[in-house]
């Protein structure tokens, strides 16, 4: 299906939003700087957007598609359970993405959602859709009882290590996420319910 102009400016100029807030944060995004990124004059995104609240709603489901885009690939090539596992908490942490300054933007993000329901509406739904990926893969091995703790702490553990990831004295690697977490969870799985996991599916 032909893309209109219109669609394709409005993704350059996301794409330009996206651009920005990695390099500016939530509180940097200003009109201009979008704009600039777009290489298009800062008068336009009024045409195609009512409002640059609007062009920051869009950006962070990007924004956010980067990740799980990531994610996806990943998990096309897992044969089990616990290789799809590996590849939604490895796919959480690209090495091209976990550094300082869009960990910090992340985290302005994370602000901002809490005076925001629009982006705080955006949280919650990448957060349900990181906690049904994760239940997915372990809900024949962990109890009822016992799948909302387990998809909760490393749901926790992933945010966790990208609030690290922006402190100043940070070394955290992308590699030393994804092994902390996989540590805890070996420990909370155990040796047996993962050996079930990795039986192909």
């Known amino acids: 299906m032909k893309r209109s102009i219109e669609d ?24 201009a700087r979008i704009c600039k990124e777009a290489g298009m004059s800062p008068g336009i995104l009024s045409y195609y957007f009512k409002s640059k609240d ?16 990531e994610v996806a690939n990943r998990m096309k090539a897992a044969t089990n359970r616990w290789d799809r596992l ?3 908490i490895e796919g959480n942490f690209p090495e091209s993405l976990f550094e300082q300054n869009i960990a910090n933007a992340w985290l302005s993000f994370y602000v901002a959602s809490a005076r925001d329901p629009q982006l705080e509406r955006l949280q919650r739904l990448f957060h349900r859709r990181l906690a049904s990926n994760i239940s997915s893969c372990v809900s024949d091995v962990v109890s009822a009882a016992a799948l909302k703790d387990f998809v909760e702490t490393v749901a926790v553990l992933i ?7 922006a402190a100043m004295h940070s070394q955290t690697t992308s590699f030393g996420a994804v092994e902390l977490i996989k540590t805890q969870v070996l420990q909370m799985l155990g ?3 993962i050996s079930g996991m990795m039986k192909a599916s």
Not at 54 to 64: D, G, K, Y
């Open 191 to 193: 040796s047996d319910r």
């Open 54 to 69: 609007e062009v920051l709603f869009w950006m962070v489901r990007h924004a956010n598609r980067v990740i799980m885009d």
């Open 159 to 165: 945010d966790g290590c990208w609030l690290h990831r």
């Open 8 to 31: 394709i400016r409005r993704q350059e100029l996301i794409e330009g939003a996206y651009r920005a807030f990695l390099q500016f944060g939530i509180d940097g995004l200003t009109t």
């Open 86 to 88: 590996m590849a939604i």
